[in-house]
């Protein structure tokens, strides 16, 4: 890119290729006007190639864009819609099934609005707070981090839920701008996503050791559990796109530490050994 780019919505120096402001998230054309629009409050910012960083980054920590921060409710709420989807049957299962506990004998079913909350509280914040953890990260070694929503892979996890009565998601990623990144650096950003989700899953598990007669609080225990869980290990593993190879570049030792415990966990989940 020829020149210096500027965004003709909030006037901030753009310093790297892409069709939107990672500031204020409008769409543009790449241009370069020879005098840059100039906002009230334009001498409070300072350029990137300004700040205290070098090589494309910069130094504006927790910023959110409202194409983000539309991006991130989108995904969501889809999601959680998708799960909640999948756990009624879809429509092969017409719809019928329902999260229960037997409690004395007597099946109790959580309704499709309490089955939904519990999706976005469980699985849609696991999701939510996986991405925004990388982003976060990100922001902290300095570079520019957005969140967006893949349109095509929220279509899917919606379609599998409908039809198929389970979730293939792939919902969006979160995409770091700047260059000069090390594989330490990378390494802790991507590895700090699953191990968010390692919280949230020991968050939640006390719920699940609980004696009680609460369907909510049975199920919540669960979902938040399990899936966090399983998220957490899914991701670490060693393949291209995943957060696991990057680890796994940066540090094997740490690579190990985290994916195989989480493994075991999973396993014992699936095959019932655990709760």
Not at 97 to 120: C, D, H, K, Q, W
Not at 220 to 249: E, H, Q, T, W
Request: aromatic share 14%.
């Amino acid at each position: 890119m020829s020149g210096r780019t500027f965004c003709a919505n909030c006037g901030r120096e753009i310093t790297f290729a892409s069709n939107f402001c990672p500031y204020c998230g409008s769409q543009f054309s790449v241009t370069s006007p020879p005098t840059p629009p100039q906002p009230a409050g334009w001498d409070s910012y300072s350029s990137p190639s300004e700040d205290k960083y070098s090589m494309g980054r910069t130094s504006q920590p927790r910023s959110f864009s409202h194409m983000e921060i539309r991006d991130i409710l989108i995904a969501w709420i889809a999601l959680s819609t998708a799960f909640t989807v999948a756990i009624t049957g879809g429509a092969l299962g017409g719809f019928n099934s329902r999260l229960e506990l037997i409690v004395n004998g007597v099946p109790m079913s959580l309704s499709l609005e309490s089955t939904f909350f519990l999706a976005l509280i469980t699985i849609g914040v696991g999701f939510v707070l996986h991405e925004l953890m990388h982003k976060f990260i990100a922001e902290r070694y300095g570079f520019m981090a957005e969140f967006r929503m893949w349109l095509s892979g929220l279509a899917f996890a919606l379609f599998s839920a409908l039809f198929l009565g389970i979730v293939f998601a792939a919902p969006g990623a979160t995409y770091i701008m700047g260059a000069g990144i090390s594989k330490r650096e990378n390494g802790i950003i991507s590895l700090a996503g699953p191990l968010t989700n390692v919280v949230i899953a020991l968050i939640f598990l006390p719920l699940l050791l609980v004696n009680t007669s609460s369907v909510i609080i049975q199920e919540a225990g669960y979902l938040g559990s399990y899936f966090n869980f399983f998220l957490a290990a899914f991701n670490m593993l060693p393949i291209f796109v995943l957060d696991g190879a990057k680890v796994l570049r940066w540090n094997k030792l740490y690579w190990a530490a985290v994916f195989v415990p989480l493994a075991i966990v999973v396993l014992a989940f699936l095959t019932g050994y655990f709760p």
